[in-house]
């Protein structure tokens, strides 16, 4: 433990099981859940929506931190309230009134998040810093699990210097293994995304192994 929290994402869990996977991994030491939204429009694969997020609720007994890979994303604010997101995160890339879409989050009850994809340079949250919860750096492009790591670590660093003392989680999210996350947290970040990472070689009948795959990132 080096003072981290990690949120496994459910997008490797066995999407026939989500409620037993969740109730798994939160056994097995996950500090959050990490719910995966895609549309097939802003990433190029699909995932599920709002109901199946509200189906999710009750077996969260952490915090729920839906990453929405979704454009537009204002439409849908409410469902995801509704649906009992602790954390709502929208990427910066999503359309052109992220300012927006940040206070909305806010003004429907949960905390704000503001994705990053690869190529976006630290610099661009400058105007959004007092609007947001959390910043999530991507380190892969959006819309697959299990691909491989793209160092950001220049950019967390310029984030974390940029933040201050503003109460701001720095999010981390793609390629997080054993191997990464030490650079990643090194760097600044504090909430650690990881799929493949915790959800390989285990199951519902052998959680042990995600314990095991927790412990060693
Ligand atoms: C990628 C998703 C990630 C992904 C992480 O588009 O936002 O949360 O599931 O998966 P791994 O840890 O396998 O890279
Ligand atoms: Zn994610």
Redesign the pocket.
């Given at each position: 433990d080096r003072g981290v929290k990690i949120a496994p994402?459910i997008?490797?869990a066995d999407f026939a099981n989500f409620g037993q996977e969740i109730r798994a991994i939160e056994a097995q030491g996950a500090d959050w859940v990490?719910v995966?939204v895609m549309d097939g429009h802003f990433?190029p694969n699909l995932t599920f929506g709002p109901p199946a997020v509200k189906a999710f609720r009750p077996h969260v007994k952490t915090v729920m931190d839906v990453?929405l890979?979704i454009a537009p994303v204002d439409p849908y604010i409410d469902a995801y309230a509704d649906a009992g997101a602790d954390v709502l995160t929208a990427h910066l890339e999503a359309g052109p009134h992220i300012h927006r879409t940040l206070q909305a989050i806010r003004g429907a009850g949960m905390k704000a998040g503001l994705a990053l994809n690869p190529a976006t340079p630290a610099e661009a949250v400058a105007h959004l810093l007092d609007l947001t919860d959390l910043i999530c750096v991507m380190t892969?492009n959006?819309?697959?699990?299990?691909?491989k790591f793209i160092d950001m670590t220049a950019k967390i660093r310029a984030l974390r210097a940029m933040i201050g003392d503003r109460p701001i989680h720095i999010q981390v999210?793609?390629?997080?293994d054993p191997t990464t996350a030490p650079l990643v947290a090194a760097a600044g970040a504090d909430v650690l995304?990881?799929?493949?990472?915790v959800f390989r070689g285990g199951s519902v009948d052998s959680p042990e192994v995600y314990g095991a795959n927790i412990a060693a990132i």
């Open positions: 994402s997008l490797s990490h995966d990433v990453h890979m892969v959006p819309g697959f699990g299990g691909q999210d793609g390629g997080v995304v990881a799929g493949s990472a």
